[in-house]
């Protein structure tokens, strides 16, 4: 439990919301009822079932990415092809909204409690990974660095650059009197 405690928030938002996801994924997405009968489809079933799987993998590589680093001896790499770790977890969490999309996109009528849980499970992955990237100097729009009222640096809804004004001008010399005075 240390370990856990131990973990930033957005590492812990990552882990919950891939476990999330995968229990999601087996719970219905896609509901229809008629003449007294119901059928139903999770995550991992038709229709479209291609968005939603690839959602869910790049959940559990997200959340077991971070399980194996904070509980194990296993030593990631410093970055990913030159990226970041924060910028990886920001971009495995924006393709997981993005497949819920698509799949929203390509069948939307008849959707289930499963979807909707599966579409929060996703937003906190990019949420975690937005965290991550931000508390390792990344700036996202709207979300600054490290200080502030809203744990963002600059004005709410700001830059968050921390970079001080630029200085004014020197001020121009007095005019100087006219000659002959």
Known sequence: MDKFNAMSIGEKVIVVAGALLLIASFLPWYRVSAFGFTASAHGWEAPNAIWSILAVFVGLAMAGAVVLKTFTDVQLPADIGGQSWGRVYLGGGVLAV?????????????????????LLATLGLAAGGALMYRDEGGILPGMGGSSGPLGGGGSPGGTGGSAPPPAPPPASPPPSAPPGQ
């Not at 497949?99 to 289930?112: D, Q, T």
Request: glycine share 10%; charged share 10%; net charge neutral.
């Open 98 to 118: 993005l497949l819920v999309v698509i799949k929203f996109i390509a069948e939307n009528s008849n959707l289930s409690y499963g979807f909707y849980v599966g």
